[in-house]
């Protein structure tokens, strides 16, 4: 009975003992490997639609759906689109400017890379962003999905400018709509 009270007792404190390993090794393995963990998730998209899928029936909108257009061709997977906490406030009233700093991102985990909204002295500074480095993996070819002059394009023009008059965030159909 001892010997088994005795047994019982060194379980208990290997077990212990591990899960403080575990307690002292998870925050190391979950360090922010990006500026945009722990921001605020603002919406999501769990699916990219195949090219030639009307986004529209779907509660797309024309803006959504030039989107799809434009990068189905890159298969990019579902998104999830996150606004730093510290400009959350401007985001909320959509505001329709945000001080210089680092505004939103697009995650897209399948192909490892983050669309990135960044505000420069007023103007938009967009890049595509590795996961796993956060180098820039940006096209420089004209007219290319992933390059950030295509970017700006649709942010600043699309639809009469609606993301502009947003401060360049084009936010989901619920936030552009209202
Ligand atoms: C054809 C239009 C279009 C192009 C091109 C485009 N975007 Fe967007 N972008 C959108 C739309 C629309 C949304 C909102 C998506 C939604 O409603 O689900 C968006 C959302 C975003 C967001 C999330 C924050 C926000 O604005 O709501 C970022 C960041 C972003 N885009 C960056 C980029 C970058 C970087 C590129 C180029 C690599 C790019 N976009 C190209 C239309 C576009």
Known sequence: MKKLLAAVAATMIVASASSFAADKAAPAAKAPANYWDGWTKVYS???FPECGVNVLGAGGDDILQVTVDTYCGVKPGGYVA???PKMMDIYKK???????GQIGVLVFKKIGAAFTTDIKDGKPIMDVKAIADGKSIASKEKGHPLNPETCF???ETIQKGVCK???YVCGDVVFRTK
């Not at 959509?94 to 210089?100: H, I, V």
């Open 165 to 167: 008059s947003h401060g």
């Open 153 to 155: 394009n649709c942010h």
């Open 82 to 84: 996150y606004i730093n």
């Open 45 to 47: 998209l769990d699916m």
């Open 94 to 100: 959509k505001g329709n400017k945000y001080p210089d």
